[in-house]
């Protein structure tokens, strides 16, 4: 029983030394939901669990390495374990950064063509011809359009 309570302890003291990146990390990852929020979409879950898995491959062969180990030190069963956890763990918190990100990325830069139909008249009845102006009322270019080789 000491062991377990040793074991929890140790966890305990390790996650109050990493709460600053903790808490950089949860931000992050609101601020990206928030930013993301209109075009968050299921469908681009499979990109961003693809991002974390090529994030969790190079974790498990880079953190043995930067621990002084090497991969032939990983030959005990609790060691490979340990390894794959962090490896996974990291693996889960890029895929859950990558999702907004992705799906950010994915938007479309404009909205449909159909959001800018403009809505016909429905009455026949025409503005007075302005002074000076014979005829039906004038049309108005937008600004911008060519007309006769020349932009008006």
């Known amino acids: 029983m000491h062991e ?15 709460l600053p990146l903790v808490a950089v990390v949860v931000g992050s990852w609101l601020a990206l939901m928030w930013a993301a929020r209109d075009g968050l979409s299921a469908r681009h879950i499979p990109l961003a669990l693809g991002v974390g898995m090529l994030a969790a491959v190079v974790a498990a062969l880079a953190v043995p390495p930067l621990t002084g180990a090497s991969l ?10 340990s ?4 490896a996974l ?13 992705v799906c950010l990325l994915r938007q479309p830069a404009l909205p449909p063509v159909h959001a800018y139909r403009v809505q016909r008249r429905t009455t026949s ?9 014979a005829g039906p009322w ?11 080789g020349v932009f008006h």
């Open 4 to 18: 377990i309570w040793l074991a929890l302890n140790m966890v305990y003291e390790l996650a109050l030394s990493a």
């Open 125 to 133: 009845a025409r503005p007075p011809a302005a002074a000076g102006h």
């Open 138 to 148: 004038p049309r108005v270019r937008p600004p911008g359009r060519r007309q006769n």
């Open 89 to 101: 763990g990291l693996g889960a918190v890029v895929a859950l950064l990558a999702w907004p990100v």
């Open 72 to 81: 032939a030190d990983r030959g005990y069963g609790l060691d490979g374990a």
């Open 83 to 86: 390894l794959a956890a962090v």
